[in-house]
């Protein structure tokens, strides 16, 4: 078992940013893949951005290239997303999951994959 906490999310007006962690605990979070998605309103829930275990490897929806950037620190168990020049369309509640396959976790948004609570991030215009 893998527990999963968000954090960092809020109210930003559009153009701003916001960094948003997710702290593991249980197993090894060293062990898997992990990432980043978000779920609006009337939406189904959509990739945003995976990073692998090592780091070494990342991935990126279209939508959030070069204005988002995950990353994770093993040490620490903790999993990252900044997030700039937010617009409206940004807004969703935004949750980590971790699988064993960065693959799968990419391409497979509802996967029976650890997810954490989620959390509120809102982009005014």
């Known amino acids: 078992q893998v527990q999963l906490v968000e954090s960092g999310g809020g109210l930003v007006q559009a153009g701003g940013s916001l960094r948003l962690s997710c702290a593991a605990s249980?197993?090894?979070?060293?062990?898997?893949?992990v990432g980043w998605f978000r779920q609006a309103p009337g939406k189904e829930r959509e990739f945003v951005a995976t990073?692998?275990?090592?780091?070494?490897?990342?991935y990126y929806a279209e939508s959030v290239k070069g204005r988002f950037t995950i990353s994770r620190v093993n040490a620490k168990k903790t999993l990252y997303l900044q997030m700039n020049s937010l617009k409206p369309e940004d807004t969703a509640v935004y949750s980590c999951a971790a699988g064993s396959s960065i693959v799968e976790l990419t391409t497979t948004p509802a996967g029976d994959f650890y997810w954490g609570q989620g959390t509120q991030v809102t982009v005014s215009s």
């Open positions: 249980g197993r090894t979070f060293s062990n898997y893949a």
């Open positions: 990073i692998s275990w090592s780091g070494e490897s990342t």
